[in-house]
């Protein structure tokens, strides 16, 4: 994660690509966000005006769906589910361990730039809970010490 | 040449299948034994996963959980052969959580190869839509009536009667939209009906298109379910390559082609105007009704917007006639339900029954109990917006009127079970914790009341007047009930009160008797 992706190419190529299609805004925001890990504001008026929008319908859509971030993300996600299924075997417990040993709570991301925290309202594992994703990977049955396992695999030796 | 199975599943994914898939590739290249490994859905046994079978003369045999660690001693075993292993399960379809079963909608989920097409029609696919090619539209909404098939999402509105007004509406365009935002918490059959039957759910979409003159569906499927994402292209791009969709499927002259749209991350987009909006490329705000989205739905046109598993059951329903599925069932609840096991259970997974079988049943018989070996207290039937029913109600049968009595909801069929260190108090604020999460914000009750519940319930758990903002709390249910335009504020309440209803004691309350708990 050394250079620093310019956005505006990677924009016009996903709008170029997507624009036509009906109802093109999800899939554009979804094609840009997959590429930069975000959904850059400077980029706003740029999709507002290739979708003959304005920029408040275009920002409104950015920011109503949970998905769609505004800032870059950590070099990983974590993603605990906080739904019932996941509550009635110890989704807290596990979220109560997580933040305390990464030192964020929801929405942060790790002061080392490695974990972005965020909640999720289920995975559909829900016979397999606790669930969580890491980097949009699901993984079941997830204890303290299996996530702690997790974390580690992430970038091993570093 | 010895096949075998490996789920691809991220249920079973989850649990490290890949993995073993990857392992049991490589020890057979070291032994020089002859495997074709395929990668099929879940059989639905989660506490089973990974969970591999090999086809042997005497059926498929089953060994599971597996751990990349367990597949050397497999083939030391001789599980080629359906050896013994400490992890053997004996024969598939022996199985007493499967054999009990009555799998019409999920046939052949676990069974085939998703994306194999042949795989498909040798377990009878494809015999609903050359059915329905048989018949012009309202002979075919005629039969999906007649089979008494109610909308599986959750609303439990005849489809047959759905479809009607589409096929009765006019317009130069009409829809297909299936609805596979399932974000209710204990669900999860859409999911595995797309990752491993796709062409289900596409034939089903077909027959829709067929009956009501639509060329045109979409598959709007929640973000949170990628491998499903991955599976359907993979099932769609087949089915366009052999002539299943397209300009002219199976030579009929009639065109229906099909797309798959991600949500992002909002719950309130499985409520079907608010998917629609979310389709058309806007915010997930809901829609007032009517319009009915059958006169004016995506893009102002006539659309049919179904559950994944409403459309999924009718290629069975065209194939074997509306009879043989309403044969299944009790009631005004007709043919089966794919009911999810989820939450503090032994044995979760996914359980296809008739209508009739009894919590009771689903919770011991097939789950096993809690996870935990501690009692049952609570069990959340129907997603968030679903009611909490204590053990005196452990024996109402799972049927839409029978639930409804209750102020209860079977919803999209997900079974939720708390044991009794649940503090029913806070799972209340979080049914308006959540509410207020993803409520749309487009009317009062829902926008406002939501974050209001929050407050008050904390202020009766703090015992700050407790009496008063009990009352109040009532008052606040009864309006969020009332007053709301969609499901979401308006049945946020139900959790609610059916945990200050049956649970008191959790509010600071007395605890209610048992001859009280009974009562709805």
């Known amino acids: 994660m050394t250079a620093v992706v310019t956005w505006e190419p990677v924009v016009q190529s996903v709008l170029d690509r997507l624009k036509t299609l009906p109802g093109a805004l999800l899939p554009i925001l979804h094609g840009i966000q997959d590429e930069l890990g975000f959904v850059p504001p400077d980029a706003v008026p740029v999709i507002a005006h290739a979708m003959n929008l304005t920029r408040a319908e275009v920002h409104g859509v950015v920011t109503f769906y949970h998905e769609f971030r505004e800032t870059p993300p950590g070099r990983h996600q974590i993603h605990i589910c906080r739904a019932e299924s996941c509550q009635a075997v110890g989704a807290d417990a596990l979220i109560a361990h997580a933040e305390k040993t990464l030192g964020v709570t929801f929405h942060q991301t790790t002061a080392d730039g490695m974990i972005t925290l965020e909640p999720i309202y289920c995975l559909g594992n829900c016979a397999l809970s606790p669930a969580i994703t890491v980097d949009h990977q699901v993984r079941g049955r997830v204890t303290p010490a299996r996530f702690d396992a997790l974390v580690a695999e992430l970038e091993p030796g570093r | 040449m010895t096949r075998v199975y490996v789920p691809r599943d991220s249920g079973a994914k989850s649990m490290g299948a890949d993995a073993v898939a990857a392992r049991i590739a490589a020890e057979a290249r070291r032994l020089g034994a002859s495997v074709e490994l395929v990668r099929n859905g879940s059989r639905g046994l989660y506490w089973l996963e990974p969970m591999v079978e090999v086809e042997t003369p005497a059926g498929r045999m089953a060994y599971g959980p597996i751990a990349t660690d367990d597949v050397a001693s497999l083939f030391a075993a001789k599980f080629l052969v359906g050896g013994s292993h400490a992890k053997a399960l004996g024969l598939t379809e022996e199985i007493d959580y499967l054999k009990r079963q009555e799998r019409l909608t999920c046939a052949r989920v676990g069974v085939i190869d998703p994306v194999s097409l042949d795989a498909y029609e040798t377990y009878g696919g494809y015999r609903g839509l050359r059915r329905a090619l048989e018949l012009d539209g309202a002979g075919i909404v005629e039969i999906v009536t007649q089979s008494g098939l109610r ?20 317009g130069t365009q009409k829809y297909i939209v299936c609805n596979a935002d399932e974000g209710d918490s204990g669900t999860f059959s859409d999911r595995m009906i797309m990752e491993g039957d796709p062409f289900v759910l596409i034939e089903g979409m077909t027959i829709a298109g067929i009956a009501v003159g639509a060329t045109k569906g979409y598959i709007y499927l929640r973000s949170e379910y990628p491998d499903a994402f991955v599976v359907l292209n993979e099932a769609i791009a087949v089915a366009v390559g052999r002539g299943y969709l397209g300009a002219n499927v199976l030579g009929s002259g ?10 992002a991350g909002a719950y309130i987009c499985g409520e079907e105007t608010a998917l629609l909006e979310s389709l058309e490329g806007k915010r997930g705000i809901v829609r007032y009704k009517p319009p009915l989205p059958a006169i004016s739905g995506l893009f102002g046109k006539p659309t049919v917007i179904n559950n994944v598993i409403s459309l999924a059951s009718v290629p069975i329903i065209l194939d074997r006639g509306a009879d043989f599925y309403k044969n299944y069932g009790m009631g005004r609840s007709r043919g089966t339900l794919p009911i999810q096991l989820a939450g503090n259970l032994k044995h979760g997974g996914l359980v296809e029954k008739a209508f009739g079988v009894t919590l009771r049943e689903l919770l011991y ?15 959340q039937v129907g997603g968030p917006l679903g009611a909490y029913l204590p053990e005196s109600q452990f024996d109402t049968p799972l049927d839409y009127e029978a639930f409804i009595a209750l102020n209860a909801m079977v919803g999209h069929g997900g079974i939720v079970a708390f044991d009794d260190t649940v503090d029913m108090a806070k799972m209340a604020r979080y049914a308006m914790e959540f509410c207020a999460i993803e409520s749309c914000g487009k009317c009062t009750p829902c926008r406002i009341g939501s974050t209001r519940g929050v ?8 015992d700050e007047d407790r009496m008063a903002n009990i009352a109040l709390l009532r008052d606040l249910c009864d309006t969020m009930l009332g007053g709301s335009l969609c499901a979401l504020g308006g049945m946020a309440p139900y959790p609610v009160l059916s945990a200050l209803n049956h649970f008191p004691e959790d509010f600071g309350l007395p605890a209610v008797s048992l001859a009280a708990a009974g009562a709805p």
């Open chain 2, 151 to 170: 909308g599986r999402g959750g609303a439990a509105f005849p489809t047959g009667i759905k479809w009607k007004t589409v096929l009765g509406a006019t």
């Open chain 2, 254 to 263: 009639k065109a229906f082609d099909l797309d798959v749209r991600l949500g």
């Open chain 2, 455 to 462: 407050e008050v319930v904390d202020r009766i758990v703090a």
């Open chain 2, 365 to 379: 018989d097939y789950g096993g109990g809690s996870i935990t070996g501690r009692p049952i207290r609570a069990v």
